[in-house]
């Protein structure tokens, strides 16, 4: 099991850059995908992006490409999001998720964390 704990989230303005870590709990980290998805107020869960277990292989939403990127540290037993050029539409709680599969989706994804709310301003 994966316990996950985001952090790092806050306030900015438009064109601002801000990187959440997401910590994970347990020996078996390098194991796991890891993503991140966020859910804006009034609106559905959506994908952000995500990672192999190995660092090798990443995926972006379209809205966010180019402007995020996602890392990850395994001997930190951390993953990271690296959001630049934010924009006001990027306002929401960002989540982080781990899954023994390639997540792409919310039924991917197994273990989430508690979010991280990330406001930006115009």
């Known amino acids: 099991q994966v316990q996950l704990v985001e952090s790092g989230g806050g306030l900015g303005q438009a064109g601002d850059s801000l990187r959440p870590p997401c910590a994970a709990s347990g020996r078996t980290f390098s194991s796991y995908s890891m993503a991140w998805f966020r859910q804006a107020s009034g609106k559905e869960r959506e994908f952000v992006a995500s990672i192999s277990w190995r660092g090798l292989t990443t995926y972006y939403a379209d809205s966010v490409k180019g402007r995020f990127t996602i890392s990850r540290d395994n001997n930190k037993n951390t993953v990271y999001l690296q959001m630049n050029s934010l924009k006001p539409e990027d306002t929401a709680v960002y989540y982080c998720?781990?899954?023994?599969?390639?997540?792409?989706?919310?039924?991917?994804?197994?273990?989430w964390g508690q979010g991280t709310q990330v406001t930006v301003s115009s």
């Open positions: 998720a781990a899954s023994l599969v390639v997540v792409r989706t919310i039924s991917d994804a197994k273990y």
